[in-house]
Each structure stands twice: as structure tokens, then as C-alpha cells.
């Protein structure tokens, strides 16, 4: 699969139409990577984040096309995910919430957090675990981070970072009247507006490039 950061593959797809397959045998990454994994894991334990390693999900490859999302995914270490430059394809989900009115969920994350910590983030994201479909990963982040299910959900991207990470991106809209409940990784969120050119200053440009893309599908 390709190695380049960038946009991998664009849907939308319903999320029966991502299918997903586990290979069985683990990821075994190079001697350097498990080096630089232990590294970054102590570092996060020295500022207080209760990192829990273990096993999370890796993409080892996948086809797409307009009918389906073909996923394969591999157990891999959770750590993997730290290297700066190098994170084995780890597999995380991000998935955008919307109200009902178009207005975008943006948190701000709390400074002990393993990822964009400090930052203002949109949704809820997270790692995949062994076994999981990535689908029902966004409905449990949005249910851990937000107390919140979606009365819509669509898959649109999947995307690999420059860190190596790769995102399965998804929009999932809230039913009118509905309200969140931050969870203790977020120490502030906001509703921003639905026109992505009328965001806050403390939207940067990544965000705002995610906003665009995702806008039309909204």
C-alpha cells in the first residue's frame, strides 16, 4: 500500500459497506521501532499519562472503490502509534460530529493525553482493538468522549498521517434537541459554526482543511 501521507482513499460508504478481515498472526516491527516505542511509552508515563500499551489495530492493506471499503487489519502494539515519524501504520478512527443544524463538535484536549494533547480536536477519535470493526470504534469513542449516539453515521475517508498513523475518518450527525457530555479528556468544547470560514481563531489550519473536505458531505 502506499507510504506517502495523504488522502488514501475517499468514500462516502455506509458503514455496512466497510468490510473488515484480521489477520492473525501480530505485527513484529523492526528492533529500532520497539526502541523508539519504549522511549516515547516513558515519556508519557513521566507526565502522568496512564498509558496502557497492549494490542491495538494496524493496517496491513486495503481496496476501495465506490460500492465498499475493504479493510485488512493486523494486531500490532499499541506503542507503535508514538514514534513520530514511523508508527507501522497504526490504525486509529476520527469520527466528526455534526448537529443537526450543521454546527461542527470541537474539544479541547487535556495536556496528559498520548495525541494532540492541548489541542482543539473535532469529534471523537482513537485507537482500534484487536477484533473490533473500526465502524463500532466510532460509536464507542463517541459514546466514551460525548455520551452520545449518532442518529447518523457516514464513513469518508481513510488517510494516512505523516507520523505514519492511519485515520478511518467518519461524520456522524446528532438528532435535534441532543446534548454532550465531555469525558475527563476534554478540558473545554465548543460548537463551532456550520461554515467552516467563520471558525475561531483557535481552529488551525489542519482542522480547517478536515472542515473543508468534509463540508460537502455535510
Known sequence: MASAPGLLARGPWDPAQVEVAWRSDEFEPDPSAIEAADVALDALRERGSPSHDGLAARLADFTADDERLSLELQPARWALRLIPRDAAQSMSVLCIVR????????GRRAAWLASWAGRWALGAGGSVEVDERPTQAMGREL????SVQPERLQIEALVL????????VGQAWLPAGASVTPDHEHDEFAWWPADVE??????????RRMGLLLSAAG
Not at 448537529?99 to 470541537?106: N, Q, T, V, Y
Not at 459514546?143 to 460525548?146: I, V
Open 99 to 106: 448537529a443537526s443544524d450543521g454546527r461542527w463538535l470541537a
Open 143 to 146: 459514546l466514551e468522549e460525548w
Open 161 to 168: 498521517l505523516p507520523s505514519g498513523v492511519v485515520l478511518l
Open 198 to 207: 467563520d471558525w475561531p481563531s483557535e481552529a488551525d489550519e489542519p482542522l
